[in-house]
């Protein structure tokens, strides 16, 4: 169950520090969403029912 990078599919590094954890993508160079982030086949993003929504007024 190894992460997965979105973009390139290859497998993230898992950064441990200060309590948190972070992603690593040294094919790509940068930090990946853990939200993104690819494992065992599937992207691990909330569905869009879950997301937030944003109202826009006008002025």
Do not use: W, Y
Request: aromatic share 2%; net charge neutral.
């Amino acid at each position: 169950m190894t992460p997965k990078c979105p973009d390139c599919l290859n497998e993230v590094e898992i950064l441990k520090a200060c309590g948190s954890t972070d992603l690593f993508c040294n094919h790509c160079n940068q930090l990946v969403s853990k939200r993104k982030a690819i494992i065992d086949g599937q992207v691990v993003a909330p569905s869009p029912e879950h997301q937030p929504s944003i109202k826009v007024t006008g002025h």
